[in-house]
T-cell receptor, first 113, second 114 residues
Framework: AQTVTQSQPEMSVQEAETVTLSCTYDTSESNYYLFWYKQPPSRQMILVIRQEAYKQQNATENRFSVNFQKAAKSFSLKISDSQLGDTAMYFCAFIYYGQNFVFGPGTRLSVLP | KAGVTQTPRYLIKTRGQQVTLSCSPISGHRSVSWYQQTPGQGLQFLFEYFSETQRNKGNFPGRFSGRQFSNSRSEMNVSTLELGDSALYLC?????????????FGPGTRLTVL
């Protein structure tokens, strides 16, 4: 069974600083997809960033970037220039062909003014 | 395009009752997945439907069931409710099933079982 681990239940960061959220996963598959989703308080879950395992280049989306280490099965999310609106639960997720998404337990990030 | 909608948004039921939750996916999306979200267990996969067929099923008892209609709308039913079924139930839609497409989530239905 595929598993996703997020070892940091809670984190905080000062506004305008950089923070990195960790994610590791366990799979024997070679072709798969990894995601970071964000769930703000009382709001809908939205996609932050997506990475295809066969692509070596790390995905980036504005202030959000990932460090994808396939051999280590690690997929961390870096948020630069943190903003108050980044306060949310962040979920790491994994999927491979034909199967359902598997989500990690989440990291609660608080951005402090 | 309108996003994923879920109805009702809030629901209060008592033990032993049954409940039906509804999800309307984004237009054109054929895959609908359901998740149970609780503080202790996080996001747990319930099942996925694609083109009216259940494609995957999570590790939940048979009291949890679902279906998908020809217009891709999906319903989830929970029979004989238990206190532990209190949770946020999230629906997510995507274009296809299991191909790494982004899932778009609805706002959820918060179910409270008394």
């Amino acid at each position: 069974a595929q598993t996703v681990t997020q070892s940091q239940p809670e984190m905080s960061v000062q506004e305008a600083e950089t923070v990195t959220l960790s994610c590791t996963y366990d799979t024997s598959e070679s072709n798969y997809y990894l995601f970071w989703y964000k769930q703000p308080p009382s709001r809908q879950m939205i996609l932050v960033i997506r990475q295809e395992a066969y692509k070596q280049q790390n995905a980036t989306e504005n202030r959000f970037s990932v460090n994808f280490q396939k051999a280590a099965k690690s997929f961390s999310l870096k948020i630069s220039d943190s903003q108050l609106g980044d306060t949310a639960m962040y979920f790491c997720a994994f999927i491979y062909y034909g199967q359902n998404f598997v989500f990690g337990p989440g990291t609660r990030l608080s951005v402090l003014p | 395009k309108a996003g994923v909608t879920q109805t009702p948004r809030y629901l209060i039921k008592t033990r032993g009752q049954q409940v039906t939750l509804s999800c309307s996916p984004i237009s054109g999306h054929r895959s609908v997945s359901w998740y149970q979200q609780t503080p202790g267990q996080g996001l747990q996969f319930l099942f996925e439907y694609f083109s009216e067929t259940q494609r995957n099923k999570g590790n939940f008892p048979g009291r949890f069931s679902g279906r998908q209609f020809s217009n891709s709308r999906s319903e989830m039913n929970v029979s004989t409710l238990e206190l532990g079924d209190s949770a946020l139930y999230l629906c997510a839609s995507s274009l296809y099933s299991g191909q790494g497409n982004e899932q778009f989530f609805g706002p959820g239905t918060r179910l409270t079982v008394l």
